[in-house]
């Protein structure tokens, strides 16, 4: 069983930045495609970034050109840099492995405890 283990969450205030990692347990994590998923306060969770074992990526609207998500295949680790926050940010943000393409929607049915963002005045 794949494990993801998210960080770098925390209180921002509005226009701010955040940088978050997500290390997981699989030998063979460049062979997949990873996602950054959010889920705010009664609302389902949803992909906002997404990159390929390529390297190729792919946003939502609401966040694209404020997050940007990159890869470290020796690592095993997955980042989301965030920034020009709004408070609409705030959620807590999980990885997972994905299809290829963004909709294929996540691998594992596992996921991390995530980590808190909170965009706040």
């Known amino acids: 069983q794949v494990r993801f283990e998210e960080s770098g969450g925390g209180l921002v205030q509005p226009g701010g930045s955040l940088r978050l990692s997500c290390v997981a347990s699989?030998?063979?994590?460049?062979?997949?495609?990873m996602g950054w998923y959010r889920q705010a306060p009664g609302k389902q969770r949803e992909l906002v970034a997404h990159?390929?074992?390529?390297?190729?990526?792919n946003y939502a609207d609401s966040v694209k050109g404020r997050f940007t998500i990159s890869r470290d295949n020796a690592k095993k680790t997955v980042y989301l840099q965030m920034n020009s926050l709004e408070p609409e940010d705030t959620a807590v943000y999980y990885c997972?492995?994905?299809?290829?393409?963004?909709?294929?929607?996540?691998?594992?049915?596992?996921w991390g405890q995530g980590t808190q963002v909170t965009v706040s005045s």
């Open positions: 997972n492995a994905n299809g290829p393409i963004p909709t294929m929607g996540p691998l594992f049915n596992a």
């Open positions: 990159i390929t074992k390529g390297g190729t990526t």
């Open positions: 699989t030998s063979i994590f460049s062979l997949y495609a």
